[in-house]
Structures are given as structure tokens and as C-alpha cells.
């Protein structure tokens, strides 16, 4: 079964501050992608990055990098020089390549971003 | 606006009432899932939809709720006889037909069963 897990339920930092969330995985799977949401208080999940599980190179996009590490089946999102824009819930989420219900997500329980002025 | 469409987005209802909520996924999209969401909690998988076909369900799918997707365009999902426990953020989303891209979500309809 596979499992997600994100331990920081909340962070709070001032703006411009970086910030990093932590995201640990589990599947049996050797082939799966891993993908970061962002859910502000409107409610709509916005995908922001994904990942699958054979490059482990780290990229950055504009503030947002991530750091994928097979060995210690985790993938860290952080977010550079934050916004109060930023404040957000953050999840993390995985689904197997292979299988048949398409992308269906194991989503993690979430971090609380907030980013204060 | 193309994106994925829910309806309503907030439902008040009495315990004991049927309440049918509306999806309406991206036009090219093949794929829709729905989702349930608690508060302070991660989505997790209710069912999913490969055009009008229902390919999985989750154990979290009581015999009360049921989904269709006729003709492969909207979806409707359905709770029978409401109960508290189903309070809850029903999320709505959609994907293209490759396994490798990432699934676009509706705004939601938040249910509060009273």
C-alpha cells in the first residue's frame, strides 16, 4: 500500500523568508510519480511540480525547487524569498505509473503555510 | 473558462436526505476521479472514471454512494440517506490518458449534513 507522509502540519515565517516542507513516501512500486499541490482558501488544489521516480535530478522553477532522493524515499519542496501570495496548504501526493486507475493520488495530510508581511 | 467545474459549491443538507453533486471535467480529458476531503485533512480516493467506464472504487464508497459518468462527459455522484460523517470537501478532478500527467481539480462542493 502505498503511504505519504508530511510531518509539519504547520509553518509559519515572514516574507522573503525560504521555506521548506518535507515529504516522506512509501510504495512497493519501482515505477511512480510524485507530484507537490498547493490548496489555497478558495478550496481548488493548484499541481505546481511532479517528479517520476527515475530522474532524481532536482530542478528549479521560478521560487519553487525540489529535492528528490530515492534513497530515503523522500521529495522536499521549498519555496524561495516567500510571498504572503504563498500562504497555502501544501500537499504532497504519489501515484504508481502502472497500473489501471490511471494517476489516482495517495495524498499526504498536508502543511500550512503561512507567510506573514 | 476550461478548467474543472463543480456544482454546487457548498450544500447544506438534513440528515437522512439524498444530495447529487455535478463534475463537469475538462473537455479532452478522458480521466475523472473524485475525491473526499475532511477538514484539516488530505484528499483521499473515492472512485475513478476512464471515459464512461467506473474502473475502481475505494472501500471508502459505502453501498450509499454511487458515481456515473454517462456518455464520458460529466459525472454526478450521488449520497443516499445522509449522515454527519459525510460532511466533508468533494473533490472533483481530471487527466488526460497518459499515466505521467498530473490530475487538474474543480473548487470543490463543501457538504455540511445537519
Known amino acids: 500500500a502505498q503511504k505519504v507522509t508530511q510531518a509539519q502540519t504547520e509553518i509559519s515565517v515572514v516574507e522573503k523568508e525560504d521555506v521548506t516542507l518535507d515529504c516522506v513516501y512509501e510504495t512497493r512500486d519501482t515505477t511512480y510519480y510524485l507530484f507537490w499541490y498547493k490548496q489555497p482558501p478558495s478550496g481548488e488544489l493548484v499541481f505546481l511540480i511532479r517528479?517520476?521516480?527515475?530522474?532524481?535530478q532536482n530542478e528549479i522553477s521560478g521560487r519553487y525547487s525540489w529535492n528528490f532522493q530515492k534513497s530515503t524515499s523522500s521529495f522536499n519542496f521549498t519555496i524561495t524569498a516567500s510571498q504572503v501570495v504563498d500562504s497555502a496548504v501544501y500537499f504532497c501526493a504519489l501515484s504508481e505509473a502502472l497500473r489501471a486507475a490511471g494517476n489516482k493520488l495517495t495524498f499526504g495530510g498536508g502543511t500550512r503555510v503561512l507567510v506573514k508581511p | 473558462d476550461t478548467g474543472v467545474s463543480q456544482d454546487p459549491r457548498h450544500k447544506i443538507t438534513k440528515r437522512g436526505q439524498n444530495v447529487t453533486f455535478r463534475c463537469d471535467p475538462i473537455s479532452e480529458h478522458n480521466r475523472l476521479y473524485w475525491y473526499r476531503q475532511t477538514l484539516g485533512q488530505g484528499p483521499e480516493f473515492l472512485t475513478y472514471?476512464?471515459?464512461?467506464?467506473?474502473?475502481?472504487k475505494s472501500r471508502l464508497l459505502s453501498d450509499r454512494f454511487s458515481a456515473e459518468r454517462p456518455k464520458g462527459s460529466f459525472s454526478t455522484l450521488e449520497i443516499q440517506r445522509t449522515e454527519q460523517g459525510d460532511s466533508a470537501m468533494y473533490l472533483c478532478?481530471?487527466?488526460?490518458?497518459?499515466?505521467?500527467?498530473?490530475?487538474?481539480f474543480g473548487q470543490g462542493t463543501r457538504l455540511t449534513v445537519v
Open positions: 478532478a481530471s487527466s488526460s490518458g497518459t499515466s505521467d500527467t498530473e490530475a487538474f
Open positions: 517528479r517520476n521516480s527515475f530522474d532524481e
Open positions: 472514471f476512464q471515459n464512461e467506464a467506473q474502473l475502481e
